[in-house]
């Protein structure tokens, strides 16, 4: 067997117990413009210059007006959702059930908005509130089947996305469908009461952005600086080191989907009682803003208040395509070949992030 050079003996591939924090951002970083190096080819395929391409999406989001309205729009959902995400997968439940969550927070919104009497000042508090629930409640079912039966989460999570959409189109077709409306599938508009307000001559939701930029700083505290928080980040380290020191997994893991089906449920009153003030087809609520939301929490590595800036870079993709589809004639959806380039790259790097090259002191 021929034996590697000797420059290549003095080198060893190895685990790194103790990776530094500059090795994980920059590994990003690279995977980052991979992707976009990637999606070139893709903008390559179709007749235009990955260049051309990626400047036009920048001068239509950020230095448009509208655009930049639109980039705020889908802002909301991807901050809000990816908050909670980052403690799902930061204590190893892996939520991703996110897009079910969100259609279950517009359904109970829906609900309060249409069919239960309340004080004009109760009704958009209450609508929050009963969504968050709903959203939680969607996700602690899979926690239960996790921490009771061991069923895998990420089946659970994602098949319940299914449940949750049919349960909307079954509702809009049937006993929730407008008594005005011929023709088309979905309920009677929202009361004035039951309307977020948006920003002039947009569709941006101020309630719901400020409630995401607050979310994430709350959550970033409660991650770091509370007792609830160091359990969080033990159980999701090392879950034996976590038994031992008498920590719940189970109170963690029931913790964690609450927090992150809850995010995902305000997510889904804000679209319904901000853009579209109704509930209607589930396609229409949400965009794939629940899919999306697994890279922003991806991107943050588990610090919430790190999901601003990459739900920005997300948000921005989002509405740039758009901007593609306008200015370059090109189809909406390879934006969503761009986030699973996004992801796959990501993914396929992290073993650069636990590994590390070590130069031999005594080469054989």
Excluded at 13 to 23: M, T
Excluded at 229 to 240: D, I, K, Q, S
Excluded at 250 to 265: E, M, N, P, Q
Aim: proline share 7%.
């Amino acid at each position: 067997m021929n034996k590697p050079p000797p420059s290549l003996r003095r080198w060893v591939f190895e685990p790194d117990p103790n990776p530094p924090a500059s090795r994980l951002w920059l590994v990003s970083l690279l995977a980052i413009l991979a992707a976009f190096l990637a999606s070139g080819l893709i903008f390559w395929a179709y007749g235009v210059s990955p260049l051309t391409a990626y400047i036009t999406v920048i001068q239509g989001t950020l230095f448009d007006s509208t655009g930049l309205a639109e980039v705020l729009r889908r802002f909301i959902p991807l901050v809000l959702i990816g908050s909670g995400l980052t403690l799902a997968f930061r204590a190893q439940f892996f939520n991703i059930g996110a897009e079910g969550q969100l259609l279950m927070g517009a359904v109970a919104a829906a609900g309060i908005a249409l069919f239960v009497p309340l004080p004009a000042a109760l009704v958009l508090p209450t609508m929050f509130v009963v969504g968050f629930l709903a959203g939680g409640a969607y996700a602690l079912v899979a926690a239960v089947l996790k921490a009771r039966l061991g069923v895998n989460e990420i089946l659970t999570t994602l098949m319940f996305n299914y449940v949750a959409s049919y349960l909307v189109i079954y509702l809009i077709n049937g006993p929730w469908q407008g008594k005005t409306v011929r023709g088309f599938a979905y309920t009677d508009p929202f009361p004035p009461a039951a309307v977020l307000p948006t920003l002039p001559g947009t569709l941006v939701h101020w309630p719901t952005l400020i409630l995401g930029l607050i979310m994430t700083v709350f959550l970033q505290l409660l991650l770091s600086r509370s007792v609830l928080g160091y359990e969080l980040r033990v159980a999701g380290a090392n879950p034996t080191a976590a038994r031992y020191a008498g920590i719940s997994a189970t109170k963690v893991v029931w913790l964690v989907a609450l927090c992150s089906g809850g995010a995902a449920g305000l997510a889904g009153v804000g679209e319904a009682a901000g853009i579209h003030q109704k509930l209607l087809d589930p396609s229409q609520i949400s965009l794939g803003y629940g899919f999306t939301a697994v890279i922003v929490a991806y991107l943050a590595r588990g610090n919430p208040i790190l999901t601003i800036p990459t739900a920005l870079l997300m948000a921005i993709l989002f509405a740039g395509g758009d901007v593609m589809k306008v200015s370059l004639q090109m189809p909406f959806r390879v934006i969503d070949a761009l986030s699973g380039l996004l992801l796959l790259f990501l993914i396929g790097s992290e073993r650069l992030v636990e590994y590390r090259l070590r130069r031999k002191e005594n080469p054989q």
